[in-house]
Structure formats: C-alpha cells, structure tokens
Nanobody
Framework: QLRLVESGGDLVPPGGSLRLSCTAP????????VGWFRQAPGKEREAVSC????????GYSDSVKGRFITSRDSTKEVVYLQMNNLKAEDTGVYYC?????????????????????WGQGTQVTVSS
C-alpha cells in the first residue's frame, strides 16, 4: 500500500541546481529510511544517498558528496534531494526508495536490496 512519488526532475544546464522531492501519500515517511538512486542509459542503477528514519543520519556516494544534500521535512513528510553544481554525468532517472532497516555494513549507502518500495522515477537531464 505504501507508494512513493518523486517529482522535480527537469532539463538543466551544467552548473545548475534541482531539488527532487519524494512523498508517500497517506503514510508517515519519517518511519522509513529513504534512499535516492539513479540510472543512466547503459549503466547499472547506483546509490546516490540515504537518509535514515527518525535520526536522519545521511550518507552519500563519492560522486555526489559535497554537491548533493538529502534532507527531510518531517512535518511535511517529504524527503528532498537538493542537487547543486550539476554535471552532465549526473544525468539519469532518479528514484527514491523506502525501507525499514537498521545500520548495516553497507552504511552509509545501503544496497538497493534493503529497500522494499520504489517510486516511478523522475528524469534529470544536465545538458546545454
């Protein structure tokens, strides 16, 4: 019954910024860890970030660290991925995913196998 909805994808020039949002209509999203993943054509889906439930600890892939920030507004029950200084290689379909799990050996980037519910994806294209 849990359903995730991503929004905010767009076409932006290199160096631009976007903010993606992830919501779970009718559910308390703060009960779930939420990860962001992306997949470019011809590439495997890769983990981008994770924000834990309740404590809101975060982790990032090396490729986005320092440029992307994931956060959550518990009042609005929204998880964000703020993407700054975008590069062409950031292009891809971005997915949010939710799961209930504790900190594991793969922290701070839990495997996609840890997540039970996925959104439909939103396209981010970085190009001039």
């Amino acid at each position: 019954q849990l359903r995730l909805v991503e929004s905010g994808g767009d076409l932006v020039p290199p160096g631009g910024s976007l903010r993606l949002s992830c919501t779970a209509p009718g559910f308390t999203l703060d009960y779930y860890a939420v990860g962001w993943f992306r997949q470019a054509p011809g590439k495997e889906r890769e983990a981008v970030s994770c924000i834990m439930n309740i404590a809101h600890d975060t982790g990032y892939s090396d490729s986005v660290k320092g440029r992307f920030i994931t956060s959550r507004d518990s009042t609005k029950e929204v998880v964000y991925l703020q993407m700054n200084n975008l590069k062409a290689e950031d292009t891809g379909v971005y997915y949010c995913a939710a799961g209930k799990f504790t900190y594991g050996m793969d922290w701070p980037l839990p495997s996609e196998r840890e997540y039970s519910v996925w959104g439909q994806g939103t396209q981010v294209t970085v190009s001039s």
